[in-house]
């Protein structure tokens, strides 16, 4: 049984100006398939950072990211990009849903990627899942928090990913929002048996991971499972 | 100052805008510099040609001594000290040798000491003329001496006088070389007048005053006062500036032409302006909300982006003058050959501070815009909640319509013709217009399809961002590029019709005037090859039996019936004709005369096949049925013939021969000479200088045109760069967020591609439709040629369009992906 | 009428000649003799419709008058001696009785030598004349400008001519016209409808004076 992802001694640092940042130093982290693994900290701690290079939006100075036991760390763009499309599943704090696409073309965009002649059923029968089976046609700037979070949750989820990286996802929602968004984002995890990682710094959402992953000044200062 | 760094560094993180606002302003400017100064200096050196090639300031012209209340008004001018006359009288005379052995007829100049004012007549000695010019003097052209076999020194009997010949004339000021004169030159002193006794009342002289005006500003009033003084009599007076030239006309419609283009060239450079003010105001739209936020007063903030856009306007100004001093290190020889060669082109200060002045305004008017909008926007932009303000506001409207009034009183300005000017500025509104309709017209279209391509589908749901301008980009672009589209159709077809239609094998020599029994000799001289057309003059008098009236006809504005013909005879179509109506030339089943018509005859006067034209030749009536029409597809340096009879009819009237051969241009001089000598009566005109002469001045033309209209076609290519780059944040975003959906760079790059093409062919085919139709209205209705779509340019117009705006497209956005995805997130997060 | 001329275009295109289609106004009686006023642009009339020019002027004169005789304006503008010369045939087609020869001016305003202007007149008239027409000459003079010399020479061309060939000689053409400014153009050179009046009074006695002539030589 493999891990689904693992790395080794990452490091990453930032150039600003003339000064050098160093956001991550030497991580090493595995995390088994199905794992629903909390990444937190305060503000600046890297763990933003750290969810970037491990679903390969970003490249370290130092250290290797595996997933699925496959090297990803030198890996070209295009070469990853059916690892996006399929492997992975994104959720951002900031919804990040393409302006110009209505609610169900925004969900059925990554299985069109992939010449999924069923995108359009799938992504109808996502997002009824979610309860925006009336909001199809809306475009994202006519959507509420909740609801684009919801869109782009179905998106993630539309291909089936292995793994879903969650950042901040309910970090521009209200209460009553995040927590269905949270609900949402657990059931589903839940029936597919997807590799969750979430970044957060909410202690709410952490006390219902399986593991916590608590980072400072670019390390980990400790890794909890709970029981 | 520390808001004056504020703007710097403003300036400098809004480079790329910043940087095609400056160039917009820089277009301006060098356009209006370097058309003012070129339009100044033309006139400034026309103006004192004008005055050399008249001689003097006030020209009094009559074909009788002038009236004593004339002379009585002139000498009391001269009394006040406020002008200077000279007289001169020119006539044909025939002057013989001493011996009388020889005459020749000459053209005589009996000139008063006070000629010429202005000017200089120059001596094959080099001494002054005045001089020279002595009572019982003469100068003389070369050409006398060459034919009467004389030297200086020698005297000739002119009329009751001998006089001796002094000087020999090589150039008057007042006579261009080339002008047509029957005989050479002959200058005589005034106080020999009387003693020649040529002037009497049987006299054909013409009597010409001279006057030059002391104090400058006075010419206007003066002229004005003389010519009330003659009255409706036949004298003539004119100053140097009313005196009719050809050259003046000629320039004055070319800088016309070059006005409008220039002004448009300012539309263009404006709108770029605003576009570019407009992107770079709405990426510093989060800043702006956070100066509100913080407390900042509209005022405040309008001030300081006034300060930015000042800032960049000096720039910009700048810029331009530069450029324009180092454009006047080429515009000469750009020039050269066309413009008199005692033309200085300068910079002008005047145009300098026009072209300022001019430039601010410009500036001023399309900022005024994208800054009085900045009261609109709020402090929650800064969380990007943000509505766009709709067209439809008043302060829109207003700042529009004083646009098009400061627009319309700048062409009115340049044009000075009220009703020109005000086409003008409606066609332009009419062009946007146009291009709005057929832009909201093809978008809607787009927007409908649903092409099965995902990356062609994307494109197209690209061009309807929420808040994109497309539709004001594809206005823009549009109307921008049919000017250009039409100008460059417009040029193709004044360089077929008269450039590129001249056969290289086309005759390039015409004898005129050929008796017929001198046809032989003169065929031997010109070799072989040589065309010969009988020549018999005749006119027409009726069509149908209706007669026609020529002085009805005379009226008319371009060719008509009631002038005399060179009508001729033969049987086979010449090379460049072919027939549109009636089958063939002539007809075997008529009993009747015939005759051939070409079609511009029909245009004088309804008439078709089958029809009767009365004709009298050389006093002989006779009526002919048209037989058929030919068309012509030459340039109009062919021979061609409107009335063209069967031979029969014709071949034993009167007539001469008209003669057109191709002779090497080396044979052409000899050849000219040996047929003077030989057959006086015989004219020979050298095409082979006209046509290269002709040839060199419309290519000359047509380099200044394009130079000038090139100015448009940059401003256009600014407007193209600064869309794109207004839109490149969206495309950007867009290209991210495909990357990590899983799209591969190929995609991500189809999807830009396809996006810009879709923008540059949409636009390129709106913009070719309205320049075709242009064209075509231009062409055929305003410049009466023959128009051709011209296909291949077209396209090719079309294909660099789409190219342009591809590759600008992908230039702003691809980038991009050269980079990992979490950087852009992590911008973008940070706002 | 009609077939009869058919019949003869028809016959003259077959031998290769000059078909004349005269279109004639019907006319209540045919005329007694063609008179053709050959010459320059003073002829010709130009600047002037045909009606004012002197050839039709003159017709209507001497209808008015009882002289049933058809004028025609044979004159063609800027023509010189040369040129009449070598239309002489030409205007015999037309088969005329008496013919009004005006030639010159032109070739005095170029300057051709009146040597040679005086010879083409002398051919035209033998010509003319050894066809049996009646020629009226109509005598020129050149501007004062030109040269005493040249206008004397100028000037006898047309009195020897007429004298050699017992010519009727119009003194001067333009008699009381010339050098006129109300009865000329703005050119000063050609006339205008009243000078060509002047012109045609001055004539008609000449012309009267050659049809008396021709009426003479008629009879038997």
């Excluded at chain 2, 005379?93 to 100049?109: H, I, N, Q, Y």
């Excluded at chain 2, 030159?185 to 002289?205: K, T, W």
């Excluded at chain 2, 008199?340 to 410009?362: D, H, K, N, Q, Y």
């Excluded at chain 2, 070799?527 to 007669?547: E, H, K, L, M, Q």
Aim: hydrophobic content about 45%; charged content about 20%.
């Amino acid at each position: 049984m493999h891990n689904s992802i693992e790395t080794k001694a990452l490091t990453k640092n930032y150039r600003i100006g003339e000064r050098s940042i160093c956001v991550l130093d030497s991580v090493s982290l595995t995390v088994a398939p199905g794992e629903f693994v909390v990444v937190t900290g305060e503000s600046g701690s890297g763990k933003s950072t750290l969810l970037t290079l491990l679903s390969g939006l970003d490249r370290p100075d130092a250290g290797r990211v595996f997933i699925e036991n496959r090297d990803i760390t030198d890996l070209d763009e295009d070469t990853l990009a059916p690892l996006r499309n399929t492997t992975f599943g994104f959720v951002f704090q900031s919804f990040h849903l393409v302006p110009s696409l209505n609610v169900l073309e925004n969900v059925m965009f990554p299985a069109e990627l992939r010449g999924d002649p069923q995108a359009r059923p799938g992504a109808q029968a996502l997002l009824t899942r979610v309860g925006l089976s009336d909001r199809l046609t809306s475009f994202p700037n006519q959507l509420s928090g909740g609801e684009k979070q919801r869109c782009a949750i179905c998106r993630a989820l539309i291909n089936n990913p292995r793994i879903v990286f969650a950042d901040e996802p309910t970090g521009n929602l209200d209460s009553v929002n995040g927590a269905a968004v949270l609900d949402l984002l657990l059931e589903l995890h839940r029936e597919r048996g997807t590799t969750l990682l979430m970044v957060t710094h909410s202690p709410e959402i952490a006390g219902r991971a399986d593991r916590v992953v608590t980072l400072k000044d670019g390390r980990i200062v400790s890794d909890q499972t709970r029981v | 100052m520390s808001s004056l760094r504020f703007v710097i560094r403003q300036i400098a993180g809004a480079r790329r805008q910043g940087a095609i606002f400056v160039m917009c302003v820089a277009l301006s400017i060098v356009s209006l510099v370097s058309l003012g100064s070129f339009s100044r200096s033309v006139q400034a050196s026309l103006l004192r040609d004008a005055q050399a090639l008249h001689a003097g300031d006030l020209i009094v012209h009559a074909h009788a001594p002038i009236p004593a209340s004339l002379q009585t008004r002139l000498d009391e001018l001269t009394r006040q000290g406020r002008i200077a006359t000279a007289r001169y009288y020119d006539f044909y005379s025939v002057v013989r040798t001493v011996a009388g052995s020889r005459s020749l007829l000459c053209d005589l100049k009996i000139v008063e000491p006070g000629y010429p004012f202005y000017g200089r007549v120059l001596l094959a000695s080099g001494r002054d003329f005045r001089q020279v010019l002595t009572p019982g003097s003469l100068v003389v052209e070369q050409s006398l001496l060459d034919r009467l076999q004389l030297r200086v020194g020698d005297r000739l009997s002119v009329g009751n006088a001998t006089l001796t010949i002094k000087d020999v004339v090589l150039q008057e000021p007042d006579r261009p070389v080339n002008l047509f004169s029957l005989g050479p030159r002959v200058f005589v002193p005034a106080a020999d007048l009387n003693s020649l006794g040529l002037i009497g009342f049987a006299s054909r002289v013409e009597y010409i005053t001279l006057a030059k005006v002391l104090h400058a500003g006075e010419l206007n009033g003066l002229l004005a006062q003389l010519r009330a003084a003659v009255g409706e009599s036949r004298i003539r007076i004119d100053s140097y500036q009313s005196a009719d030239s050809r050259v003046k006309r000629f320039f004055d419609n070319l800088l016309f032409f070059l006005d409008l283009s220039g002004i448009f060239t300012l539309l263009l450079a404006g709108f770029g302006i605003q576009s570019t003010l407009f992107a770079l105001l709405k990426q510093q739209e989060k800043t702006i909300a956070v100066m509100k936020a913080v407390g900042a007063r509209s005022r405040y903030i309008t001030g300081h982006f006034c300060a930015l856009t000042l800032v960049l306007g000096l720039v910009g100004t700048l810029v331009g003058l530069a450029a324009s001093l180092f454009l006047q290190e080429f515009l000469p020889a750009l020039f050269h050959g066309l413009v008199p060669a005692r033309v200085e082109l300068t910079l002008s200060p005047w145009a300098i501070g026009e072209g300022m002045l001019i430039g601010l305004f410009v500036v001023l008017l399309f900022t005024a815009l994208p800054l009085y909008r900045l009261k609109e926007v709020r402090p929650r932009a800064i969380f990007g909640k943000e509505e766009s303000p709709g067209f439809s506001n008043r302060s829109t409207w207003v700042i529009t319509a004083l646009g098009a009034t400061f627009f319309l009183s700048l062409v009115l300005l340049r044009i000075r013709e009220l009703k020109t000017g005000v086409y003008f500025v409606l066609s332009m509104a009419g062009l946007i217009l146009v291009a709005f309709l057929l832009s909201s017209l093809l978008l809607r279209f787009l927007k409908s399809r649903d092409p099965r391509n995902l990356a062609l589908r994307q494109a197209i749901k690209g061009l309807f961002r929420p808040r994109s301008a497309t539709r004001s980009i594809m206005v823009t672009l549009s109307a921008a590029l049919a000017v250009i589209f039409t100008i460059s159709l417009v040029e193709r077809n004044l360089d077929a019709s008269f450039i590129d239609s001249y056969p290289s094998d086309a005759p390039n020599l015409f004898l005129v005037d050929i008796q017929p029994d001198q046809k032989d000799a003169v065929a031997g001289l010109v070799g072989s090859g040589a065309s010969f057309f009988p020549i018999i003059r005749g006119t027409v008098t009726a069509i149908n039996d209706s007669p026609i009236d020529p002085e009805q006809e005379r009226r008319s504005r371009g060719d008509n019936l009631g002038r005399e013909f060179n009508l001729t005879y033969y049987e086979k179509l010449l090379q460049d004709e072919k027939i549109s109506q009636g089958g063939s030339l002539f007809r075997a089943d008529w009993n009747e005369p015939q005759v051939s018509i070409l079609d511009i005859v029909v245009k004088m006067h309804q008439m078709k096949v089958g029809d009767r034209i009365s004709f009298k030749i050389q006093g002989m009536p006779i009526t002919a049925r048209i037989s058929s029409i030919r068309t012509r597809s030459g340039s109009g340096l062919t021979p061609f013939f409107y009335f063209v009879f069967p031979p029969a009819l014709l071949s034993d009237a009167p007539q001469s021969l008209f003669c057109a051969v191709r002779v090497p241009k080396d044979r052409i001089p000899e050849l000219q000479n040996r047929l003077v000598a030989r057959y006086p009566n015989v004219s020979v005109i050298n095409m082979e200088e006209t046509v290269s002469v002709f040839g060199h001045l419309m290519a000359r033309l047509s380099t200044i045109v394009r130079f000038f209209t090139s100015f448009s076609i940059a401003a256009g290519v600014l407007i193209i760069v600064s869309s794109i780059f207004a839109t490149r944040y969206a495309r950007i975003q867009e290209a991210v967020y495909f990357t990590i959906l899983g799209a591969r760079r190929r995609f991500v790059a189809t999807v830009f591609a396809a996006e810009s093409l879709v923008l540059g062919l949409a636009s390129g085919s709106i913009a070719l439709l309205i320049a075709q139709v242009g064209s075509w209205a231009i062409c055929s209705k305003g410049l009466e040629l023959d128009y051709h779509p011209y296909p291949g340019t077209s396209l090719g117009l079309l294909g660099a369009t789409a190219v342009l705006v591809l590759v600008v497209g992908l230039g702003a956005s691809l980038p991009v992906l050269r980079h990992k995805p979490a950087g852009f997130l992590r911008e973008q997060s940070d706002e | 009428m009609k077939l009869k001329n058919l019949l003869a275009a028809v016959i003259s295109l077959a031998l290769g000649q000059l078909c004349f289609f005269l279109v004639e106004p019907a006319q209540a009686a045919p005329f007694e003799g063609t008179i053709v006023a050959a010459g320059d642009s003073l002829t010709a009339g130009y600047g002037v419709p045909e009606r004012d020019a002197y050839p039709a002027q003159l017709e209507r004169k001497l209808i008015q008058y009882g002289y049933h005789w058809k004028v025609v304006n044979a004159g063609i503008s800027g023509e010189t001696s040369s040129g009449l010369l070598s239309r002489v045939d030409w205007i015999l087609k037309l088969k005329p009785d008496i013919v009004i020869l005006e030639t010159g001016a032109n070739d005095g305003m170029r300057g051709v030598d009146p040597k040679v202007t005086g010879a083409n007149i002398d051919k035209a008239v033998t010509r003319l004349q050894a066809k049996g027409v009646t020629v009226v000459l109509a005598g020129m003079r050149m501007f004062a400008n030109l040269g005493p010399t040249f206008t004397k020479e100028f000037a006898a061309n047309y009195t020897t001519v007429a004298k050699k060939h017992h010519l009727i000689l119009i003194p001067f053409f333009l008699e009381g016209v010339a050098g006129v400014p109300a009865l000329n153009q703005q050119d000063g050179i050609h006339p205008v409808a009243s000078g060509y009046q002047i012109i045609t009074n001055r004539v008609y006695p000449y012309v009267t004076k050659a049809i008396d002539l021709k009426r003479k030589k008629r009879i038997p």
